[in-house]
C-alpha cells in the first residue's frame, strides 16, 4: 500500500514520528543526566522545553486560524467568542480558588494531549478502508496507550512530578486496581498486534506512519509516566511528543496550502511565512510570542527564572489574590484558546490540505 505520509517520508518521519524515539535515546545515552527521581528541570531544558515547544507550539496555532485569512472569514465568530469565553470561564474558575483553575486546566490540557495522538492515529488512516472492529481495536489502543499511564498515576500517585502544579491531579489511591488495569491494558495491545498482522496479511503490507504513532505514544507516556518517574524525564517525553508534531502539522499544512491555493485569500504573511526561508520567520515569531508570555508569568506570578527575564522583572510581582483573580486567567487565555480550537480546526473530511 502507498503510504499516507502528510508531507513525505523524511519530515513525516523527522517532526512526526521520530520525537518519542529521539527522546528515549537521549534518555539512554545520558542516564546519568535524565535518570534520577529527583532530578528538577534546569533552566536551559526549561527554555528549551517549556518555553520554545511547549509554549511556542500553543501560538503555532495562529498560523491556523488567526493568522490565515479564509479561516478568519469562515470562523470569525468563533475565533471571536474562544478567548472571551477562556477568559470569563478563567476568571470564574480562580475566583473559586487557585488549585481549582489549575486542576480544571490540567485535565483540559491532558484531553487535548491525548486528543493529539488519536488525531494524528487518524490523520495516517484517512486512507484505509477498515472494518468496525478494526477501527474500535485502533480506537481503544490510542486511547488506552495514554489513558493507561494516566490512569496509573491516579491510582498509585506516587509521582517526582506534576501538570502544572503539585496537587493538581485527584490522586485516588487505590494501587490494588492496578493489577486489572494492566491485564485489561495486555490484551488490547494483543487484540491490536493480531489485528494488525491480519492487516499486514489481507493486504501484502503495513501502515508504518500509523503504527508508529501508536507504538510511539504508547512507548513515550508508559516511560515517561510510569517507568522512569522523574521530572526532567517526564517534561522531556510530554512536551517532545506532543509540541513538534503539532508545530509541524502547522507547517505541513501551511506548506500545502500555499502550494494549492493560488488566490490571494490567505493573506502575503502566510504565502511568505511557509515558503522554505519563511521557515525561520515562523518560529521567530511563535518562539518570540511564547518569550513574552513566559516573561510576563515568570515576573507578575511565578517568579522561578528571573535570569531568563531581566527585563520583565521591572514589572512588580502580583501579591492581591483579587489582582491574581484577573491577571492569572489573562495569562492563561492564548492556552485556553489553544484547547478551545483545536478541537474544531482540525477536520479530515472537510480540508483537502489534510487529505
Not at 488567526?66 to 469565553?85: C, G, S, V
Not at 481549582?100 to 483540559?108: D, K, P, S, T
Not at 499486514?200 to 508504518?208: D, E, Q, T
Not at 489573562?330 to 483545536?342: E, G, K, N, R, S
Request: proline share 4%.
Amino acid at each position: 500500500m502507498k503510504q499516507p505520509w502528510l508531507h513525505g517520508p523524511v519530515s513525516d518521519g523527522l517532526f512526526v514520528l521520530a520525537p518519542p524515539f529521539l527522546c528515549l535515546l537521549a534518555v539512554l545515552f545520558f542516564p546519568d543526566f535524565f535518570q534520577q527521581a529527583n532530578q528538577r528541570v534546569s533552566l536551559e531544558a526549561w527554555v528549551v522545553l517549556v518555553l520554545l515547544i511547549d509554549v511556542g507550539h500553543v501560538y503555532s496555532t495562529l498560523f491556523r486560524t488567526y493568522f490565515d485569512k479564509e479561516a478568519l472569514q469562515q470562523h470569525r465568530q468563533l475565533f471571536l467568542w474562544a478567548p472571551l469565553a477562556g477568559l470569563i470561564i478563567g476568571i470564574l474558575l480562580y475566583s473559586l480558588g487557585s488549585l481549582i483553575f489549575w486542576r480544571v486546566l490540567a485535565y483540559l490540557a491532558v484531553f487535548h494531549f491525548v486528543r493529539q495522538q488519536y488525531g494524528f492515529m487518524q490523520l495516517y488512516s484517512r486512507r484505509e478502508v477498515k472494518t468496525n472492529w478494526e477501527h474500535r481495536i485502533d480506537k481503544g489502543m490510542i486511547y488506552a496507550a495514554t489513558l493507561y499511564p494516566l490512569l496509573y498515576w491516579h491510582l498509585e500517585g506516587n509521582r517526582n512530578f506534576n501538570w502544572f502544579i503539585a496537587g493538581d491531579f485527584v490522586v485516588l489511591d487505590l494501587p490494588e486496581l492496578l493489577p486489572l488495569m494492566t491485564w485489561g491494558y495486555g490484551i488490547l495491545i494483543v487484540l491490536f498486534l493480531v489485528k494488525e498482522l491480519r492487516f499486514s496479511l489481507k493486504h501484502k503490507s503495513a501502515n508504518i506512519p500509523r503504527n508508529l504513532v501508536v507504538t510511539g505514544t504508547a512507548m513515550s507516556w508508559y516511560l515517561g509516566i510510569v517507568h522512569f518517574n522523574g521530572d526532567l524525564v517526564f517534561t522531556l517525553f510530554n512536551v517532545v511528543s506532543h509540541g513538534i508534531p503539532y508545530m509541524a502539522l502547522i507547517w505541513f499544512y501551511g506548506r500545502k496550502k500555499k502550494i494549492t491555493d493560488t488566490s490571494t485569500v490567505s493573506g502575503k504573511l502566510l504565502k511568505y511565512t511557509f515558503s522554505t526561508a519563511g521557515l525561520f520567520l515562523f518560529l521567530g515569531i511563535i518562539f518570540g510570542l511564547a518569550f513574552l508570555e513566559e516573561g510576563f508569568w515568570d515576573a507578575l506570578v511565578w517568579q522561578e527564572h528571573p535570569e531568563a527575564f531581566s527585563f520583565f522583572q521591572f514589572f512588580p510581582a502580583v501579591k492581591d489574590q483579587a489582582f491574581l483573580t484577573l491577571v492569572v486567567p489573562f495569562l492563561a487565555v492564548p492556552q485556553l484558546t489553544h484547547y478551545i480550537l483545536d478541537g474544531f480546526i482540525w477536520k479530515v473530511s472537510r480540508d483537502k490540505n489534510l487529505t
